[in-house]
């Protein structure tokens, strides 16, 4: 049996792979010791920390998909190795007392540009569900239309910024993995009346023959839950851009364009040196929408649902 390198030339290896592939993606960092639940996993050329957590179904969280998540944050040297550490993932979940069932999903993020990966990824099962994009300051502006105006949201808005929300929300569950819960509307709402009690919260919505009829939604850099953020992309400061939604039957006219060109100019403005958000992989409005407005790929979240 071949005898399993160590933690630094894994590590090695790894940032030596990935550097030339997007010089935008920061180096990775040593995996963290497996705290409660975790498992660190080791094949000869790989490593990888398994987290296994089980998500309340009351919690917001639990509408990005099934309850029962099994995450491998992967440190390998090549495609090969990549496909030993993910044979050596599913013994585990097999052999696992708390085996994966029916409500479980496997899930590892990769940056989008690696394509060597992918049939690694596929023929293990996994599909790309989500992808995190982004774009640099400074990335120019697309023509728009002068029948829109788009302003800071206030809290007189929080009704249309909520139904806005849930529009994107009820999109995103149609397209992805993600589930509308019975708590999701309660707490969706609650989340956006805590962001209007912040300073200046980063919330715009459109206005289209008097009426509000887009929102743009994104959360403040300067939030110590954002530190997340410095491990995908090396520009700073790093604005997380959550949602953007219109109304349908308002699509195709322009207001999505507006929105965005409006908080582009405003995020360059304050400095924001790049803004990231994920979406569906397979949502057929986002892909064409944010790729034209200068955003592109940095992450694919590839997941396995059930994760067995």
Known sequence: ??????????????????????????????????????????????????????????????????????????????????????????????????????????????????????????????????????????????????????????????????????????????VSGAVERATTEALLREEITASFKRDEPLIWVAEYEGGIVGMHRGEDPSEPQQAWLATKIVATPVAHLVCQAVKEGYRGLGIGTSLANHVHAELDAMGIGASVGYHAMFNPISTPFWHRHGWRPYWNRWMRTPAV
Do not use: N, Y
Not at 72 to 81: A, F, M
Not at 113 to 118: E, K, L
């Open 1 to 174: 049996m071949p005898q399993v390198q160590t933690a630094e030339s894994v590590l090695a290896a790894h940032r030596d792979r990935l550097r030339p592939v997007d010089r935008m993606i920061p180096e990775a960092d040593a995996l963290p010791e497996p705290g409660e639940g975790d498992e660190l996993l080791e094949v000869d050329g790989a490593q990888g920390l398994l987290t296994h957590t089980r998500v309340d179904a009351d919690a917001l969280e639990a509408v990005l998909g099934p309850l029962d998540r099994w995450e491998l944050t992967p440190r390998v040297s090549g495609p090969d190795e990549m496909a030993a550490l993910l044979t050596r993932w599913q013994q585990c979940m097999r052999s696992h007392p708390e085996r994966p069932g029916a409500d479980s999903m496997a899930a590892v993020e990769w940056p989008s540009r690696d394509v060597a990966m992918t049939r690694v990824l596929r023929a293990f099962g996994f599909v790309p569900e989500f992808v995190m994009i982004g774009r640099v300051k400074g990335t120019g502006l697309v023509p728009e239309s002068s029948r829109v105006h788009v302003r800071r949201a206030t809290p007189e808005d929080s009704e249309a910024v909520f139904e806005l929300q849930m529009v994107e929300t009820r999109f995103d569950a149609a």
